[in-house]
């Protein structure tokens, strides 16, 4: 496997890891309204790229 698939592949393991964080611990518990507010922002932006990141990977395999 070259370097750049090895790294499109690895970035889109720890953004879906960030993501699981943000949807099962994060978001349930953040202080107050506006914390869980940019913790849902963060997580619609996770969704976005490792949708495009998905695509990338498709194109290595």
Do not use: P
């Amino acid at each position: 496997m070259n370097n750049h698939d090895f790294n499109i592949i690895n970035q889109l393991v720890q953004e879906q890891k960030s993501l699981w964080r943000i949807e099962n611990h994060y978001i349930s518990e953040a202080r107050n309204e506006d914390e869980r507010t940019h913790w849902e922002t963060i997580r619609e932006h996770k969704k976005d790229t490792i949708s495009k990141l998905s695509e990338m990977a498709k194109k290595c395999l």
